[in-house]
């Protein structure tokens, strides 16, 4: 029976039906739903880990104990898993190991567009890359049969248009499957030695594998009028179908590590005059290139971003850009964080610190560093706000560190080690909002609720902090502005670490209700515009120059009160 479904939910069926029996990962968009779903089948243990590098551990273990595992993260989150990738291409797996990994073209949620077919390579691990929902299950259930037959972990690469779309999947039964332990130091514990070993046997693999991709069923040719050929793979597959149709001959890739050559080969000679589409990198066309092939590639495409099949018909038939109808003028719209958000509050009480300098990090208060607000400074990975408010804190520099409940148990951890173990004076700033906000509201060990929502061991960051040797440590409400801004700046005078603790919960979780939303009182508002400087969605400037608040956006969080000091924000009503 056919359904439809999200491309992430696919995998999740098609792990299901395979048997797998675990399955661990940290969210990030847009892999996120792969986990979600997964959750959702009680046959499967299913966990959140507290970063990527432990939950491809963790799996693989199931694995080499004779259960059929999987990980699912996106495309940064493979850079945290990559060191226990690389061994396990040499381990191998016992029962199939699938790592799932989403990358990002256009950057919808991500800090680069890094392109994972890369590490498949450089690992030496087999990759697939489905173009729809129906391949996302039908790959996943192949995945683990694969990695068993050829003795690997099995990479999945997904793009956001591939996870996010709907299209219809089959269904199946699920095969449950148990293989028994055996112990075998040889091939699982990569001392130098075994590691050598191993070594060879990775690279006679990658021989069987390029044997493998030159006759699977996973690669598929469609030839049509071959005065166009188009070698191409996963969603730009289906860019390429919408806008040729059947103007053109297709080799659709399925198997992105090892690459076919024959296959390639023969496909562009068949063919008058071949292109390689694809997004990212010109991964694809230099292994085209390196076989001699005159291929067109992004010499004529972009290697930024998402392609479309306009794009393709402008490129490949001439045809001109379609002239956009839409109304000029308008006025963009950035992204902002919610009304009644905590975090906005922590930024607005920084932005009071004059010549201060905050290390950010990923997350939802990432937005701090967008008007009217802009008091984050650097953002660039997963607990890197720690470490890197070190540095400056060492050379010289007046700074802080603002980090999620979440990506602190993620990485921040051992930045703060750093601080204390180098003799450092950094601020880290916690921001504790009881959930992993920016992905979608996933539970993490700081909130004691399992990804079932069952409670569970809540980490105690006070302690946690303690432990690791920092003494000043402080929970604060951020709404108490006075309060929040006198303690950071007396933590910044000191000669030690210190830790603060911003707990107030994420305004959109279900356990929140602030009441009724606030209203402005016109007889009082001077036109002074304080309000307007902590960027709330819910209030703006009304057509006689005063502050207003859309009663249905305001969260009725009340934080809006701190700025106005002519009292014309009162509880009650609201209006837009």
């Not at 076919?260 to 080969?265: D, K, S, V």
């Not at 694809?278 to 590639?297: F, M, Q, S, T, W």
């Not at 001439?318 to 956009?324: D, G």
Request: glycine fraction near 8%.
């Amino acid at each position: 029976m056919k359904f439809l479904m999200l491309g992430n939910e696919a995998v999740a069926r098609g792990a299901y039906e395979a048997g797998v029996r675990f399955a661990s990962a940290y969210p990030g968009t847009p892999s996120t739903e792969i986990t979600e779903y997964i959750s959702s089948y009680d046959e499967v243990f299913s966990e959140w880990a507290p970063n990527e590098k432990v939950a491809v551990e963790a799996a693989l273990g199931a694995s080499l104990a004779g259960a059929r595992s999987m990980s699912a993260m996106k495309h940064v989150g493979l850079n945290v898993a990559a060191d226990p990738l690389f061994t396990a291409s040499y381990t191998g797996v016992n029962a199939g190991f699938l790592i799932c990994v989403a990358d990002d073209p256009g950057m919808h949620s991500s800090q680069n567009e890094q392109d994972s077919r890369h590490y498949a390579r450089a690992s030496k691990t087999l990759m697939l890359e489905p173009s729809d929902s129906m391949e996302c299950l039908y790959f996943t259930t192949r995945a683990f049969e694969l990695s068993e037959t050829f003795d690997t972990p099995v990479l999945l690469r997904l793009t956001t248009r591939v996870s996010h779309s709907r299209s219809l999947a089959d269904q199946g039964a699920r095969r449950e499957f148990k293989r028994a332990y055996k112990r075998d130091p040889q091939k699982y514990v990569m001392m130098p030695a075994m590691a050598q070993k191993r070594h060879k046997f990775v690279e006679e693999r990658v021989l069987a594998l390029k044997a493998f991709a030159e006759s699977t069923d996973l690669n598929a040719v469609e030839y049509n009028d071959k005065r166009i050929g188009v070698i191409t793979s996963g969603m730009s597959y289906n860019y390429a179908k919408d806008a040729l149709g059947d103007k053109a001959s297709y080799l659709k890739l399925g198997v992105v590590y090892p690459l076919p050559e024959t296959l390639i080969t023969d496909f562009a000679a068949n063919v008058d005059e071949c292109y390689v589409l694809e997004e990212l990198d010109p991964y694809i066309e230099e292994h085209c290139r390196a076989l001699g092939l005159n291929v067109k590639g992004k010499a004529y495409f972009t290697a930024l971003g998402e392609y479309s099949a306009k794009l393709i018909r402008e490129v490949i038939l001439n045809e001109p850009p379609e002239k956009t109808a839409g109304i000029p003028g308008l006025p963009g719209r950035p992204p902002v964080m919610c009304a009644g958000c905590p975090h906005r509050a922590v930024f607005y009480a920084l932005k009071q610190i004059p010549g201060l300098i905050v290390s950010g990090d990923i997350g939802c208060y990432t937005l701090g560093a967008l008007q009217p607000l802009n008091m984050m400074d650097s953002c660039v990975c997963m607990g890197a706000s720690v470490s890197m408010a070190h540095g400056m804190d060492k050379t010289g520099s007046r700074a802080v560190a603002v980090i999620g409940d979440s990506t602190f148990i993620h990485s921040g951890v051992t930045g703060l080690i750093d601080i204390v173990y180098n003799k450092g004076s950094s601020t880290v700033i916690i921001l504790d909002n009881s959930i992993t906000g920016m992905t979608g509201h996933q539970n993490n060990p700081a909130n004691g609720m399992t990804i079932k929502g069952e409670p569970t061991r809540q980490v105690d960051l006070k302690k946690l902090c303690n432990a690791v040797g920092v003494d000043r440590v402080f929970t604060v409400d951020p709404f108490d502005l006075k309060g929040f801004t006198k303690l950071v700046k007396t933590e910044l005078e000191q000669n030690e670490p210190s830790v603060i603790i911003a707990r107030r919960p994420c305004a959109l979780l279900k356990t929140v209700s602030f009441g009724a939303p606030y209203v402005i009182d016109k007889e009082k508002c001077v036109k002074c515009g304080m309000c307007l400087k902590i960027g709330c969605p819910a209030i703006f400037k009304a057509a006689d120059g005063k502050s207003a608040i859309d009663s249905t956006l305001c969260a009725g969080c009340a934080y809006c009160t701190n700025l106005c000091n002519f009292d014309s924000i009162i509880k009650g009503g609201g209006q837009a």
